[in-house]
């Protein structure tokens, strides 16, 4: 199973990044509109793990649970360098970086590989985009809507590959402080 860690999103940010989205659309000439229920914040991605390895990655999220769950904020909306994915830039925090972290730490004692390079807050809109203007210009004309929002839902979500495109199932839970 293709799974991953995020921190699933409050619906009010998800209906304002739908709101942003749907901006985006009316000035693109196609592109995959990833839909309201499927924005999250990936933490950490494991890629294909067998079901028996679920119980360590459990694990690993119980030993996060007492974090501070970290406070956030949209800044710009942006595109992913070198690639057609737009998303929506979020503010780095340090309880952010210290839930990303230790998250990290407790699966490589695991046996999970985890990526080392800077993260970066974001939660993907569209996929393969296409406008008529540069992006620059586009973003111009679409409304950020930062209000500061608290992420507390990390969830553990499988990769479900549908013919409607893909779709993530919640394989496991915990609410931080």
């Known amino acids: 199973m293709r799974v991953f860690i995020a921190l699933d999103l409050p619906q009010k ?3 304002n990044l739908e709101r942003s ?3 985006f659309k009316m000035l693109s000439n196609g592109g995959n509109f990833i839909p309201k229920d499927n924005y999250h914040l990936t933490l950490h991605f494991l890629g294909e793990v067998a079901p028996s ?3 360590f990655i459990q694990s ?3 030993g996060v649970k007492d974090l501070v769950a970290p406070e956030l904020a949209v800044m ?3 595109v992913l360098r070198a690639s057609d994915v ?3 830039k979020l503010r780095q925090s340090k309880d952010l970086t210290t839930l990303h972290d230790e998250l990290g730490a407790r699966l490589e004692q ?3 590989e985890v990526e080392h390079r800077a993260y970066r807050p974001h939660v993907t809109l ?3 985009k296409s406008f008529t203007l540069p992006f620059s210009e586009v973003t111009k004309s679409v409304r950020v809507y930062n209000m500061p929002f608290t992420a507390c839902d990390l969830t553990l979500f499988e990769s479900v590959f549908t013919p409607n495109g893909v779709t993530y199932r919640e394989l496991y839970k915990v609410v931080l402080k």
Request: overall charge negative; charged content about 30%.
């Open 13 to 15: 940010t998800k209906d």
């Open 21 to 23: 989205a749907n901006e």
């Open 53 to 55: 390895d679920l119980t």
């Open 60 to 62: 690993a999220m119980d």
């Open 76 to 78: 710009q909306f942006t």
């Open 86 to 88: 737009v998303c929506a």
């Open 110 to 112: 695991h046996g999970f």
């Open 126 to 128: 569209i996929r393969k």
